[in-house]
């Protein structure tokens, strides 16, 4: 028995501690020392290979993290934020699309032997860009305690409407490529989740929520039921639906969220995701760069670079005019724009798919690999800043 993923575990574990709390003493979130540890693990020393196990354990990492998200959601601001969070949404997906159609124009000359067409392949990179991996920010924002602020409502909210505009706008570029996929059906299986989820909702509240309520049960009976009804939405919104399987964590944690025992229950999972899943998945993150000396020559690397720039501009700018249009302040614009800027597993997920359908030439896979890495860390930074910023001036303010 193959026993180095115990090995593999310890070192992850360790490496993340240590290096969250070295950016902890520089006045940095720990995710950002989490994510550093799975690049020195992995592409830096080598000591950590991203088995099969690690990479199941991450995700539901990631399932767990968008769970205890929903869990902490306050239903109530989340409604006033409804229309908000679409328009921002709508404009933070429409802006990094165009920003990376065009970078993509400049350097996808036609010379891939790729079946699609060049237009597709420039369109599916700007999809790329759109893509949005809140589960950054939300732990960053749970660090800072800015969660359930307007601006963080306001991002939750946002990039779970920016995740089905993602997989919609990949659905129909999939299907152009692949003529076997029908539009009509996905569309429709991806409404079908959110009704059968709504009715779903209402069973479940009365079923658990009232019975958490009524009874005098051991309460690790509800974490329990609880983690269950968490991987059962996860599951059925990817294998039936079609929708990211973190959007059904999510979903699965607003609808527990209106439970007397909640605090009882978000306790317990803050506690599982902080000492195992969390650290492997955004350790995960960095062990999943995987380059060498012959993927960049001169053009690439200028395109990576000029990536990356538009990656982290025209979500702050998209995202932050429909926020300024639905009467944000600038600073809490500026907050929701950065919020929106990590690209994570998500754009990872679209970037394979887009390769195996033939959307993508390879060449291109790496430059997204460092711009998905380099917004993942960017975030929190920028984060931090702009949290901080608004705490000062708050703090400066006569009594």
């Known amino acids: 028995m193959d026993l180095h993923y115990l090995l593999f575990i310890a070192l992850i574990l360790m490496s993340t501690k240590v290096f969250g709390l070295m950016t902890k003493k520089i006045n940095l979130p720990q995710v950002v020392g989490a994510l550093a540890a799975g690049l020195v693990l992995g592409p830096g020393l080598h000591l950590v290979e991203e088995t099969e196990f690690i990479k199941n354990l991450s995700e539901i990492g990631v399932i767990v993290l968008m769970f205890s998200a929903g869990l902490e959601t306050d239903i109530k601001e989340l409604k006033k934020c409804g229309l908000a969070s679409f328009i921002i949404a709508l404009i933070g997906v429409l802006v990094p699309l165009a920003g990376g159609f065009g970078v993509a124009y400049l350097f996808n000359n036609g010379e891939s032997t790729l079946p699609t067409s060049v237009f597709l392949q420039n369109i599916f990179i700007g999809i790329i860009l759109t893509a949005t991996s809140v589960s950054i920010t939300v732990e960053t924002l749970k660090e800072l305690g800015k969660l359930s602020t307007n601006a963080g409502n306001a991002i939750i909210g946002a990039a779970l409407i920016d995740d089905i505009l993602g997989i919609i706008a990949l659905t129909v570029v999939t299907s152009l490529a692949d003529p076997s996929v029908e539009i009509g059906k996905v569309l429709l299986k991806i409404l079908l989740f959110f009704v059968c989820g709504g009715l779903f909702g209402v069973l479940f509240h009365i079923l658990f929520v009232r019975w958490t309520d009524r009874t005098t049960a051991k309460l690790?009976?509800?974490?329990?039921?609880?983690?269950?009804?968490?991987?059962?939405?996860?599951?059925?919104?990817?294998?039936?639906?079609?929708?990211?399987?973190?959007?059904?964590?999510?979903?699965?944690?607003?609808?527990?969220?209106?439970?007397?025992?909640?605090?009882?229950?978000?306790?317990?999972?803050?506690?599982?995701?902080?000492?195992?899943?969390?650290?492997?998945?955004?350790?995960?993150?960095?062990?999943?760069?995987?380059?060498?000396?012959?993927?960049?020559?001169?053009s690439i690397i200028i395109f990576t670079l000029l990536l990356l720039v538009v990656a982290i501009i025209t979500k702050i700018i998209g995202c932050g005019i429909g926020a300024k249009l639905c009467r944000y302040t600038t600073k809490e614009s500026i907050q929701i724009g950065i919020g929106m800027v990590s690209r994570g597993e998500v754009a990872l997920i679209v970037a394979n798919k887009g390769q195996a359908v033939g959307l993508m030439d390879d060449r291109f896979f790496a430059p997204i690999v460092i711009m998905v890495v380099i917004t993942t860390i960017v975030t929190p930074i920028l984060l931090k800043i702009a949290f901080a910023d608004k705490a000062e001036k708050k703090a400066e303010k006569p009594a």
Not at 250 to 262: D, H, M, N, R
Not at 264 to 283: D, G, H, K
């Open 220 to 298: 690790h009976r509800y974490n329990v039921m609880s983690f269950a009804f968490c991987l059962l939405f996860a599951y059925a919104a990817e294998e039936f639906f079609g929708v990211a399987d973190i959007t059904g964590a999510f979903l699965a944690g607003v609808l527990i969220s209106t439970s007397t025992k909640i605090k009882y229950i978000s306790s317990r999972f803050e506690t599982l995701s902080y000492m195992l899943l969390s650290p492997v998945f955004f350790a995960s993150i960095g062990l999943n760069v995987k380059l060498t000396k012959d993927s960049f020559n001169s």
